[in-house]
């Protein structure tokens, strides 16, 4: 450390309090006692590392009573937890659920009755395996992964703050994601092209588009500060990272020494560096295809329509264009302007970024604020009539460009997003920062990996015009040594099968988080994902058909005494589905679905009651897609605006995009219900599954609700449940009646039935049936 800088901790040390520090720090209330960076103390020789950071280790099949149980080696880890408790399994679950079941896993709907049929009348010895096969071949295998990895990507087409600009290309990241998991990409390289594909493939744009896993920032292009936004950037990336691919909490260290993991700052700082020379391409031109074309045929009718205005604007621009860039460049804050008023040819790696991120935020718009400033401040020297005809010409421009707003292309783009190093390998110096303040630099660190967890050395190799430092940290976190990354993820994906992970806390295998319940099968998955080639498909079918995939949910008491969380999983663990799951569940049930797949994002309608808006470039914030068919796709394409979360799926414990989101939250509340109940969709939705209903189950009211528990349930309904529902059918079309002898009478048919219903007041009353069912606990839950 440099010795003005060690004086000038030093002095901070003893004048600043602690609620200063806690303020500085932005640190969260519980840890403002230990704002103050410590210096990292290195382990005792004999202290034992936390168990998630020792190497993980070849397991033993541990020898079992019941040895005809074990279907696959990973049932016997369970199997051995369960005896030891001296209780037995539970008994296989029948076909249809488990056809059930497994569907809406593995691809996030419901199968379809002839689906069910198929399967549960397969008598052949490998019936299972086919299932499971087909269902891991499906392009919708990798639409479900997807969603659940773009979770933890903190995924959103647009960028958040009070701006919220649309981020019109993204959609190719999460094309690229669903198609890496149809393809069954090594997880290993999955995860390198995210972190560096920049550099590992600088001249193909299906690796390139994959750095759109760092590019997800929430992001203020208005902050005048890019220093401070360049550090908040790097945190962002560093922080999902550590959660995602680590599972670890590294952002604790940001501010201060972590409390409960050997995490120093200097290892959170050392993290940083691996990104210090990293900024973002966000308009690449690219390969045409149908949707570019499309994209650039829709611009160019906009561009011919307004062309005379944005040449009218464009003039008046120019003709303050010098004054206005420096009254722009003015608005900076004084470390930002250090570098932007630099010369070019004088620049460092830190004025490079800089100055590429000014290009990137500074548009016409922006350049506009001076003509305001001119016109309305009378104190300024710019100020004069001219000033005040120029700027009320340019907004009377603006609002006739408006009026063509309806012309742009809705959706879609003809460029990508990529990480970039601008063309140099030199990077800005990273420094621990006091506090976590950027203004506030300590001792310069080097990339480095936490000395905690690894003594390994990253391997950075330069190249002419990048810092090789991303492709570094990627080969290490990728790496069979790394004792994190395939224990993470192993566990993610047997939590998302039985509902809770063998760590419970999915993104903290700290101290902190939860012991794993199954240390040995969980080194057993994870040392088996690596053997077997990081194959994610691999991993997915050896838990599809295992018998403790298998299982029965029906509750049993004996296992609720001794088991009452059902951590040995003598019971399959039921789980409400995702928004999403319920919303395209629907979809296919209704024989609605469109299933095309990637594409840019859409925009199916708003409920009548909630508005889009405008964002901060007076552009509609939320403008519906005028194909119907767009409507209907997979919640997975709705467009994620950061602003504005479709409310359907909000209302279900949607992911937040705001932030890396490791794990659905799972709410009941009443609005739930209501939603259901009086979405318009949802119950045009119910209307199409009448409709198909009637059209296959043919006039008979018994067969009719038979063929509608088929679709929703993969079940027919017990005789109790058909009486119910007749008594039902019964009273309601008596309730319609009477509306009709009351002059209230609306009557909802079915959509798409062949025949014109013979008794109206009846077909309206089995719409309304089937809404009540698709309503139901049995629907939205999965057993």
């Not at 209780?87 to 996030?108: E, H, N, Q, V, Y």
């Not at 390969?287 to 005379?308: H, P, S, W």
């Not at 421009?397 to 190093?421: H, I, M, S, V």
Request: charged letters at 25%; aromatic letters at 10%.
């Amino acid at each position: 450390m440099k010795k003005t800088a060690k004086k000038a901790y030093l002095a901070m040390l003893m004048s600043v309090s602690l609620a200063a520090l806690a303020v500085a720090a932005e640190v969260k209330p519980n840890d403002s006692a230990a704002a103050a960076p410590e210096a990292p103390k290195a382990a005792s020789p004999s202290s034992k590392p936390h168990w998630s950071w020792q190497p993980v280790q070849a397991q033993f099949i541990p020898v079992v009573k019941q040895k005809e149980w074990v279907r696959s080696p990973l049932d016997a880890f369970v199997l051995a937890k369960i005896e030891g408790k001296s209780l037995a399994p539970s008994k296989d679950a029948d076909r249809a659920t488990f056809i059930r079941r497994a569907t809406l896993d593995a691809w996030g709907i419901v199968p379809a009755p002839e689906e069910v049929d198929a399967f549960v009348n397969d008598t052949a010895p490998d019936a299972y395996e086919k299932l499971v096969d087909r269902l891991l071949a499906s392009p919708r295998y990798g639409e479900r992964q997807a969603r659940l990895w773009l979770d933890l990507a903190r995924y959103a087409d647009s960028t958040g703050f009070q701006n919220d600009n649309t981020r019109p290309n993204l959609f190719r990241y999460r094309d690229y994601v669903i198609k890496a998991f149809n393809e069954d990409k090594p997880y290993s390289r999955f995860i390198q092209e995210q972190i560096a594909g920049d550099e590992i493939a600088p001249n193909d744009q299906d690796v390139l588009v994959a750095t759109g896993f760092l590019a997800g920032y929430p992001d203020n292009s208005n902050s005048r500060d890019l220093v401070q936004r360049k550090y908040q950037i790097t945190t962002d990336i560093v922080d999902t990272i550590g959660q995602a691919v680590l599972g670890t909490t590294v952002s604790c260290a940001r501010c201060h020494n972590h409390k409960s993991d050997k995490f120093t700052q200097k290892d959170y700082f050392s993290l940083q560096a691996f990104f210090a020379n990293t900024a973002f391409q966000e308009k690449v031109p690219a390969k045409k295809g149908e949707q570019e074309l499309a994209y650039e045929k829709a611009q160019a009718i906009y561009d011919e329509a307004t062309k005379d205005i944005r040449a009218k604007q464009k003039a008046i621009i120019d003709g303050v264009y010098e004054a206005a860039l420096k009254y722009h460049k003015e608005r900076y804050l004084t470390d930002s302007r250090e570098s932007i008023f630099k010369p070019k040819d004088q620049w460092n790696a830190l004025d490079r970024w800089v100055n590429h991120r000014l290009d990137a935020v500074t548009d016409r718009p922006q350049l506009a604020a001076y003509l305001r400033y001119a016109a309305e401040d009378k104190s300024a020297p710019e100020h004069s009539p001219e000033a005040v005809q120029k700027y009320e010409e340019y907004q009377k421009l603006q609002r006739e460009l408006q009026k063509f707003a309806d012309k742009k292309p809705a959706r879609g783009a003809n460029t990508f997003t990529t990480a970039t190093e601008l063309g140099h390998p030199d990077a800005p110096p990273t420094y621990v920062l006091f506090g976590g303040n950027h203004e506030k630099p300590l001792e310069e660190v080097q990339p480095a990996f936490p000395e905690a967890i690894t003594g390994e050395k990253p391997d950075i190799k330069p190249t002419a015009t990048s810092s090789g430092r991303r492709t570094a940290l990627a080969s290490w976190l990728a790496s069979a040594t790394n004792p994190l990354t395939a224990r993470v993820f192993v566990n993610r994906v047997w939590n998302q099968y039985f509902g809770k992970g063998i760590v419970g806390t999915v993104s903290d295998f700290g101290k902190a988080g939860d012991k794993p319940t199954n240390p040995e099968l969980l080194d057993y998955l994870a040392d088996h994902f690596v053997k077997d080639g990081w194959s994610v498909k691999k991993l997915h079918r050896d838990i599809l058909l295992s018998s403790t995939y298998r299982q029965s949910s029906d509750f049993r008491e004996d296992v609720a005494k001794a088991d009452p969380e059902n951590k040995l999983l003598a019971v399959f663990p039921r789980k409400r589905l995702e928004a999403e799951e319920i919303r395209d569940s629907v979809l296919v049930a209704s024989g609605k679905l469109n299933e095309e797949i990637g594409g840019p994002s859409v925009f199916p309608p708003l409920p009548a009651n909630v508005s889009g808006g405008n964002n901060f470039n007076a552009d509609p914030a939320w403008t519906t897609s005028k194909d119907p068919k767009d409507h209907a796709r997979r919640s997975l394409y709705i467009f994620t605006r950061r602003s504005l979360p479709y409310p359907l799926l909000e209302t279900f414990d949607m992911a937040n995009a705001q932030q890396i989101h490791s794990k659905r939250d799972v709410t009941t509340t009443p609005l739930q219900a209501l939603t259901l109940y009086n979405s318009d969709q949802f119950f045009q939705w119910s209307q199409a599954l009448a409709g198909r209903v009637i059209n296959e189950a043919g006039p008979d009211e018994t067969a009719r609700i038979d063929r509608l528990y088929q679709i929703l349930f993969s079940r027919k309904a017990t005789d109790a449940e058909k009486e119910a529902l007749r008594a039902f059918l019964d009273q309601h079309q008596k309730t319609i009646a009477q509306k009709a002898e009351d002059g209230k009478l609306a009557i909802a048919l079915p959509i798409g039935a062949k025949e014109k219903p013979s008794d109206p007041l009846r077909a309206s009353a089995f719409v309304d049936l089937v809404h009540t069912v698709m309503n139901s606990n049995d629907f939205v839950y999965r057993f």
